[in-house]
């Protein structure tokens, strides 16, 4: 039973954790590295990265979650706020990473060097309103994750 309040707790902070940090580096890289294309490169592949390490936390905690409450108070409670919560974040995550990511690489391949293009070229503009809500997204995932952590919390200290 320790197990999965660990593994609950772990998918949560590794999942929150890492939006947290990226948030941290992202800017970061575009004030150290020499481009713009070098640094978008690099914030792409580890936003990549971060939502598949979103997906696999959100699968871990729901299972663990799921499990814990079979265990615990005999049935799965599959609407529990937690797990609502947890749904949302990982449908947000699926449609930032299968529905904006892929269409803001193409239009960076397009645009070329982000250095040299102008604001009004209409690649750049739909690429930086794709980034905005990009952003819009990566933060409504982390507010419904400290919603979460703290639903959880509140769960896991009354049960017991």
């Not at 529990?80 to 699926?94: C, D, E, G, K, S």
């Not at 299968?98 to 009004?120: K, Y």
């Amino acid at each position: 039973m320790s197990l999965l309040r660990y593994l609950m707790v772990l998918s949560l902070v590794v999942w929150i954790g890492g939006i947290v940090f990226f948030a941290i580096m992202a800017p970061t890289a575009f004030h150290q590295l020499p481009t713009r294309l070098m640094a978008g490169t690099l914030v792409g592949t580890l936003l990549t990265k971060l939502h598949w390490i979103a997906i696999g936390s959100g699968v871990v905690f729901l299972i663990s979650s799921l499990v814990y409450n079979s265990i615990t108070q005999g049935t799965a409670h599959l609407f529990a706020f937690r797990h609502v919560l947890i749904v949302l974040m990982l449908a947000l995550t699926l449609v930032s990473q299968f529905g904006i990511t892929p269409r803001m690489i193409a239009l960076r391949a397009q645009v070329g060097n982000f250095d040299n293009t102008t604001l009004d070229n209409p690649a750049r503009l739909q690429f930086d309103a794709l980034h905005v809500w990009s952003t819009r997204v990566e933060i409504a995932v982390l507010v419904l994750g400290l919603i979460a952590i703290w639903s959880t919390a509140n769960a896991l200290a009354r049960v017991r």
